[in-house]
């Protein structure tokens, strides 16, 4: 496949490909706001063992034949397309991509595809943890360099209500696993709710602190079309540190995230004084400290739907072109939505102005 790179003509023009194919440095791919995308966060099924509450909807979802997800070679050939043109890390989501057959041969033939700027493709992985107590080590051995684990409460009766049927102890049986084999740190996810776990945050936070994990909090987000939402519940990054602070007698500063940031919207602050001094804490709050001027990231579902934005319907048909056998339908496909990424998500505090598709299909 032809390597690109993309031209602005003007602010708000459709990108336009350019370049002769490269061997040795990767080329840049520019959105039509310039931002450099250099992530990719791949989903691997848009089936779930866990049904959490702010993800997925509380009725049958219409999934589709299995046929209509990507074969493994099918994610391999687009990791491999878009590595040549400057992404560098590729994160494996669901869904619970743990439940795709074939995941640790997967990771292996991802984490060997060679950059062209020297080195290899970055693979991490995003997970309920379900499944991590056997899939840990051989995820590691495969090549799997980043795991964040999804941890909403520490309280197994609550745990389960909104996982609907999750186990808690094997949840943290796998983080403990992880841990053992390597990853580090591990990143445990919690989405903060308003009313539900917000006296958890600090049990949360030194919970991964003294394993030497880092936790992160999340901003509920009006996915589903705002189904899932409720705005009493939303508990906003701001809230977050200021609880910490308060319950744990702490002071938190901005921190680079160094050794722990990734690719990803999270930004960190780092704990000053106390028993858990240098410790650093991570926040997502799309709702509330927008982060979109500095997006990175194409997002590919298991059907093999490119995304542009997580909060944003729109699509380009890669599966399609993948098919086609014809590297330029392909191309079109990416360049298509790059050109219509938007500056800015849709989400507003009242819950409205959110896609409606559903977290569990996209992954976040």
């Not at 999340?218 to 939303?234: D, K, N, R, T």
Request: with cysteine; hydrophobic share 40%.
């Amino acid at each position: 496949m032809t390597l690109f790179q993309v031209r602005l003509p003007a602010r708000g023009a459709t990108p336009e490909f350019c370049g002769e194919p490269r061997s040795a440095a990767p080329v840049a791919l520019l959105d039509r706001a310039q931002r450099r995308v250099e992530y990719m966060r791949v989903s691997l099924t848009d089936r779930c063992n866990f049904r959490c509450t702010y993800c997925m909807p509380d009725r049958p979802l219409d999934y589709g034949p299995r046929a209509a997800l990507l074969s493994l070679e099918e994610v391999v050939e687009a990791c491999t397309m878009f590595s040549r043109w400057g992404v560098r890390r590729v994160r494996l989501t669901g869904g619970e991509p743990t439940l795709r057959q074939g995941l640790v041969e997967l990771v292996m033939r991802l984490a060997g595809v060679a950059l062209p700027g020297g080195g290899t493709l970055e693979v991490v992985m995003t997970t309920n943890g379900e499944r991590l107590s056997e899939l840990a080590a051989p995820l590691h051995a495969a090549g799997l360099r980043g795991l964040t684990v999804s941890l909403d409460s520490l309280d197994a009766d609550r745990f389960q209500k909104i996982t609907r049927r999750g186990s808690l102890d094997r949840v943290l049986a796998g983080i403990e696993a992880a841990a053992a084999v390597g990853f580090a740190p591990v990143k445990l996810n919690t989405v903060a709710i308003g009313g539900f776990n917000d006296d958890e945050v600090a049990r949360l936070a030194t919970f991964a602190w003294e394993r030497g994990h880092v936790p992160r909090f999340i901003e509920i987000m009006p996915m589903a079309s705002g189904e899932l939402f409720v705005p009493g519940q939303l508990m906003s990054a701001a809230q977050v540190r200021g609880k910490l602070a308060a319950e744990l007698g702490i002071e938190l500063v901005p921190d680079d995230g160094e050794g722990v940031r990734g690719s990803g919207p999270a930004r960190y602050h780092r704990v000053v004084g106390g028993p858990y001094d240098g410790a650093r804490v991570g926040t997502i709050a799309a709702m509330t400290e927008n982060f979109c001027s500095s997006c990175n990231r194409l997002r590919l579902s298991a059907t093999g739907q490119l995304h542009g934005c997580l909060a944003r319907d729109d699509t380009g048909d890669l599966r399609a072109a993948l098919r086609s056998g014809s590297p330029g339908r392909a191309e079109a496909v990416v360049r298509t939505v790059l050109g219509t990424k938007r500056d800015e998500h849709g989400f507003n505090i009242d819950g409205s102005g959110g896609p409606a598709k559903a977290m569990v299909t996209i992954g976040g």
